[in-house]
């Protein structure tokens, strides 16, 4: 086949001492080594491209050392076809003039194609630009961007020859039809093989995961986020993130467009280690088919599968016929409002169905949580020297307290356990009192936390509290107590026969070969919180519910991919078929 044959000139731009230099010899010195030569103060240096049926060359213009005239720079920029723009990444001043070069170059040469490469890669612990800011500025100039090393030839041909496709006007994806999306057997029988070739980069991605820490309390999972961030633009999805405060960041990423949404989700926060690890909690390592460390199964497994499952679904070039959305979130072990909560409230995500990574062992579906009540109560009563006779008062606040709570721990609510659900419990969490052993103390208080089944309300709950302080404030004269509730969701279950749940039941059983149970939640989770704003939702995930903040926590890699697997086929049926489904949000969840 003849080859088209194509010459273009591309102008390497940016602060000195970021790799412009290097970056072009690494191409070029091999190849033509004699090519590269000063040009009228501007050096150029060729690199040739094969591309199928075409053959481009590249002219890659640096200005060298070149002093900056005027002249010299409307010469050096006339004619060129497309940009490099260069900066370091351990130099936050190099990257904060690319808008400048970005600019010179534009007033030249209009609106060309341009990439932006954040060099120096190798030198990873004197970085100083994060991955996700960089993109963001990428965005913002229309640009394409890489992360290169000279040194180590990382990913530099892949950018440059980016560049060679752009201004070719070739889009990646249409390199290979879009094939428009009907879930054949060969299709799923593909969709299982890029996961099952895709173990090592979940077991690497995980590790990652799980060295960015990313501990809340204190709350900073802007270091996981960024690895989150850096595959979601690898694998091609459109990304956003999202800090209602600093360093308590969320990712959102996109495949496809429009309606209906699926949303996987999945929190990036860690609880403390604790003692007892004999492995290193913040060094995954990989024994016997499990990746151990903190995180491994809450929530960072889960979070992996999903990427692999947007990773293989982007790689089979599907036309999706919908979106799917994947949000790794915050503040979700201090069931916290910085999270999932903050992106439902503002609108940054809408969705129609939602599966929220959950330690289910990859063949559990958990459609079912207890709803939950927090308490405050506070007892006043009057302060007085200890020694003080009766009679000259103090009502001490504390004994109140005591016998409080002393008949709350008997409280019996009489309603039959629910079979997804379990029994109604009540755990008194906290108690403060008194400033000195030898003052009577006027104030005390406690906080309560009821968890509840649909047998009861939570006004009877109330009710039956609220019955329980009044009969407490008869019996110690005095006292005032009042009674606060801080927090309340309602339990949430979905409807058996719901369509998200009738496919990955389908969808569990096709991967493992074994039913999927039906099961319920003792906790709260993010996904009562979807179910709460409107979106059907359960949780699903690879690893043990019991491993959950444990120390030496450990998740199967066999579970990861079996969830990656079911994941993605289920997301692959709800966005097939769910047009063909009545209006799933008419479909009844109860609450
Ligand atoms: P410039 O052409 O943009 O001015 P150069 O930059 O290519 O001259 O590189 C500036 C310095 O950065 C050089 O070091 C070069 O070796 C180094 N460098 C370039 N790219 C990389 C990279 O990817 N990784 C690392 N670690 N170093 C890189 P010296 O010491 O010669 O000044
Ligand atoms: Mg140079």
Request: charged share 25%; net charge negative; glycine share 8%.
């Amino acid at each position: 086949m003849a080859q088209e044959e194509y010459v273009f000139k591309i102008v390497v731009i940016g602060d000195g001492g970021v790799g412009k230099t290097s970056l072009i010899l690494v191409l070029t010195e091999n190849r033509f080594p004699t090519d590269y030569r000063p040009t009228l103060g501007a050096d150029f240096a060729s690199y040739k491209i094969d591309l199928d049926d075409k053959l481009v060359t590249l002219q890659l213009w640096d200005l060298g050392g070149q002093p900056s005239f005027a002249h010299l720079r409307s010469f050096f920029y006339t004619e060129a076809k497309g940009g490099v723009i260069v900066f370091d990444l351990t130099n936050m001043k190099s990257f904060e003039n690319i808008e400048k070069w970005y600019n010179e170059l534009t007033s030249t040469c209009g609106k060309i194609p341009i990439i932006l490469i954040g060099n120096k890669h190798d030198l990873i612990s004197e970085r100083r630009v994060p991955r996700y800011e960089a993109e963001q500025v990428a965005r913002k100039l229309g640009a394409l961007y890489f992360e290169t090393s000279a040194k180590t030839r990382y990913m530099v041909d892949e950018s440059f020859k980016a560049v060679a496709r752009l201004i070719l006007g070739i889009r990646e994806e249409e390199k290979v039809k879009m094939v428009p999306l009907r879930l054949t057997p060969e299709l799923r029988k593909r969709l299982m093989e890029v996961i099952d070739e895709s173990e090592d980069y979940a077991v690497n991605l995980l590790r990652d995961l799980i060295s960015a820490q990313s501990l809340n309390p204190p709350g900073y999972e802007r270091s996981s986020a960024e690895i989150v961030l850096g595959e979601l633009y690898r694998i091609g999805a459109q990304t956003e993130i999202y800090e209602k405060k600093e360093g308590r960041t969320n990712v959102i990423g996109r495949l496809g467009e429009g309606e209906p949404t699926v949303m996987l989700s999945a929190h990036l926060d860690v609880v403390a280690p604790g003692d007892g690890w004999i492995y290193p909690p913040f060094r995954a390592t990989v024994k016997d088919g499990y990746v151990i460390g903190r995180g491994s199964v809450d929530a960072k497994g889960s979070l992996t599968a999903m990427l692999l499952a947007l990773r293989a679904i982007k790689k089979l070039n599907l036309q999706l016929d919908g979106t799917v959305l994947l949000a790794a979130t915050a503040d979700e072990e201090a069931a916290g409002e910085l999270g999932i909560k903050f992106l439902l409230r503002e609108g940054k995500i809408k969705a129609d169905y939602a599966i929220v990574g959950g330690s289910t062992r990859s063949r559990d579906i958990c459609i079912a949580e207890r709803g939950l009540i927090w308490f405050k109560v506070i007892c006043r009563g009057y302060s007085a020297p200890a020694h003080a006779s009766p009679l000259q008062g103090g009502v001490n606040a504390v004994q109140a307290l005591i016998k409080l709570l002393g008949k709350i721990s008997e409280v019996k609510f009489d309603v039959p356990p629910h079979p997804l659900m379990g029994e109604v419990t009540l755990n008194i969490g906290t108690i403060q009192g008194g400033i000195g052993v030898n003052i009577v103390p006027d104030k005390a208080e406690a906080t309560i936390d009821v968890r509840y089944n649909p047998a009861i309300s939570e006004e009877e709950i109330i009710s039956r509290l609220t019955e329980i302080v009044r009969e407490t404030e008869e019996e110690v004269k005095g006292v005032e107590i009042s009674l606060d509730v801080i927090l309340s969701e309602p339990p949430t279950e979905m409807p058996q026969n719901h369509f998200l749940i009738q496919a990955l039941k389908k969808n569990v059983n096709e991967i493992t070969g074994e039913e999927a149970r039906l099961i319920g939640e003792m906790e709260a989770s993010s996904t009562k919180i979807c179910i709460l704003n409107g979106i059907p939702a359960v949780s699903f995930g690879p690893g043990e519910r019991e491993q959950k903040h444990k120390p030496n926590e450990k998740v199967s890699i066999k579970e990861i991919l079996e969830a990656a697997k079911i994941i993605a086929l289920t997301v692959l049926d709800l966005l097939s078929q769910a047009k063909q489904q009545p209006r799933i949000q008419n479909q009844k969840i109860r609450v």
